[in-house]
């Protein structure tokens, strides 16, 4: 039996990294009989540990750690030309350094704390590594972008998969980057994955709205998760300049100007200048993240990333509560709507 079967909603919040994913919005997702996610990304072992205990202030219910798996330094060669363009182009530019998030004081943490679900994105653990999660009591969720990441992480041993199409906000989750990698949208993503397995899914990317929810769970996922339509929450630590670009119209698109490494954002200036950013992941977040501090302490949405999935505008400020709230009676709604057109036939 995993989590997910224990809950009374089944929605979960998507883990954001950066600031949104605050102790707060995860224990009201989880109060609110969803699945709450702290993600520990570019926090250390130590912040992420009070995070946790924070988080259990507000709350007993189950949650989900997310953790980034580390990858391999890029060649400087391969960088150096953008880092030069950007550290002359704009003031206080970072180092672009190559770290592993932590990694290693991450998986003791999760083996001491064993968060009843722990996944994992940017890469598939080692057998080994799932071996010792699993081991700590949690269940082990790996995030996969295309049918064959999820047999490597099945073979690996995950428990269930977090899917996540191409529509989703912020980094592609998936094993590797690439000039050319495959864009799987999620409806054609989760069918092919449910139609090779049994584990439990967990649908990302795009769902907004109720209708989307009960879509994800038709076409096999145990549970949809949602990102974007959280980052207007009043507990979500989302800085102002995003709110206000996730409240328009604006288009979203991909890009790797901010970190090296694919993801989609709203667009704006320091994208649209920046189409031909390097694969360097986290050098390129490096050289960035200062500049990125001090254009959201200005409040300048055109040089911060404004992670966002394809349909942000239906993001609504509200209390995270009411969000979910929402989200599950839309839900049912839409599903009784889809039931009285197949019984009833189009008129
Ligand atoms: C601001 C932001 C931060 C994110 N951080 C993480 C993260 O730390 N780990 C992760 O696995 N996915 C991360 N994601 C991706 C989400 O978990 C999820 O796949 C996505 O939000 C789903 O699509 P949606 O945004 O359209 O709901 C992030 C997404 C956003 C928008």
């Not at 549970?223 to 102002?240: H, I, K, S, W, Y």
């Not at 966002?308 to 839309?330: D, F, Y």
Request: hydrophobic fraction near 45%; glycine fraction near 10%.
């Amino acid at each position: 039996m995993s989590v997910l079967d224990r809950l009374e909603v089944p929605i979960v919040l998507a883990p954001l990294a950066g600031g949104p994913s605050t102790p707060e919005l995860a224990a009201a997702v989880s109060e609110g009989g969803g699945l709450g996610f702290l993600a520990a990304g570019y926090l250390t072992a130590a912040a992420t540990r009070e995070r946790i205990a924070a988080l259990r202030e507000l709350t007993a219910r189950p949650y989900g750690l997310n953790l980034f798996v580390p990858g391999a330094p890029s060649d400087p060669a391969s960088y150096g030309d953008y880092a030069r363009r950007v550290a002359a182009e704009r003031e206080g530019a970072g180092e672009p350094r190559f770290e592993d998030d932590d990694w290693a004081a991450k998986l003791a943490l999760v083996e001491d704390v064993a968060p009843p679900v722990v996944s994992f994105t940017f890469g598939c653990p080692s057998a080994g590594e799932i071996a010792r999660v699993r081991a700590a009591g949690s269940e082990a969720w790996v995030t996969v972008t295309s049918p064959q990441e999820a047999e490597t992480a099945l073979a690996a041993g995950a428990d269930g998969l977090a899917v996540q199409g191409s529509e989703a906000g912020g980094h592609r989750g998936g094993f590797t980057d690439a000039p050319d990698v495959a864009l799987f949208s999620l409806l054609p993503l989760l069918q092919l994955i449910a139609a090779d397995t049994d584990k439990p899914l967990v649908a990302a990317g795009g769902i907004a709205t109720g209708g989307a929810v009960a879509a994800a769970l038709c076409a096999g996922a145990s549970a949809a998760a949602v990102g974007t339509a959280f980052l207007r929450a009043r507990e979500a630590g989302t800085p102002a300049a995003h709110r206000e670009a996730l409240a328009t119209d604006r288009p979203t698109g991909f890009t790797r100007a901010f970190t090296g490494r694919l993801a989609r954002g709203i667009r704006n200036r320091f994208m649209d200048e920046h189409p031909d950013a390097p694969l360097a992941y986290p050098e390129i977040h490096h050289l960035t993240s200062p500049i990125r501090r001090a254009a959201r302490e200005a409040g300048d949405g055109e040089s911060i990333n404004l992670w966002a999935g394809e349909a942000h505008a239906l993001a609504e400020e509200r209390p995270a509560a009411e969000i979910l709230a929402g989200l599950a009676t839309g839900a049912r709604e839409a599903l009784a709507r889809a039931e009285r057109r197949l019984s009833e036939g189009a008129p």
